[in-house]
């Protein structure tokens, strides 16, 4: 399935000539109104979260990750969380079908934006729905979590998809969280992350270690020794130093109070 263009570029915020690029998309100002779902809503600080969202930029270009940003969507409230839009393979990109209806104007800017890169773009369909925040890649096993927002129809085209290009898509159950990669994410080595209470079945798992905190269930690989993390987990950070990483820290409270997590701030492009 591919989609019909759009006319709109990406900015290029800044380049480093390394081949590592991210899409990140700004903050809008009805941030406050995005999704939740099992979590209670508090306010959210609109100020902090765009200083929040820089920092998280900014530590992205410290670690020689480029990055792109997608056109603003300012009737979309969640649109900062483009992770869940598009989700890449290689060169291949896979637009998302949202599982909320509020959310389903979100993948034309990310369209927009990996079709300027020239990525080969496919497009996932209704009554089939899918998050990217609900996808995990570990080497060429992709789990796909079966969530309140991710189907087995969603599940089904994802693998139509991405299993001619030489990955297995392994569906499992996500009750205790938003997505899958709330629940768990996974190390450079392939060892799956995740703190124990959001986690519906950890033996789906070749390897998996538990996190001493909620916020410490996501990471970014920024390169195969380095990895992003919330601030608000320190004592995961100490675990993950400890086992020989050097991990770089954000504040992202105000993302969090809306189900955030660090991956969901941003689409690695490798």
Known sequence: MTPSGDSGRPADTTSTGTGK???VR????????????HIDRVPIDLDLARSQWDGYVAALRAEGWATTEVAPAPDQP??????????????????????ATSRRGETAGAEAAVR??????????LPGTLDGGD???????????????TNAEGAAQLAAIVEPLGYTVVPVPVTRALHLKTAITALPDGTVIGYPPLVDDPTRFEK?????????TAVVILDETT????????????LLTGLGYRTVTVDITEFEKLEGCVTCLSVRVR
Do not use: M, N, W
């Open 21 to 23: 690029r991210a899409l």
């Open 26 to 37: 700004r903050p809008v100002d009805i941030l406050a109104e995005g999704q939740i779902t």
């Open 78 to 99: 969640d649109s900062v969380f483009i992770e869940d839009a598009v989700i890449l393979f290689g060169d291949t990109a896979v637009l998302s079908s949202p599982g």
């Open 116 to 125: 300027a890169l020239g990525l080969a773009v496919h497009r996932l369909a």
């Open 135 to 149: 996808v995990l890649k570990v080497g060429r096993t992709v789990y796909v979590g079966q969530s309140l927002r």
């Open 208 to 216: 998996f270690l538990p996190v001493p905190e909620a916020e410490g």
């Open 227 to 238: 990895l992003l993390l919330s601030a608000a987990a320190p004592q995961t950070a100490e």
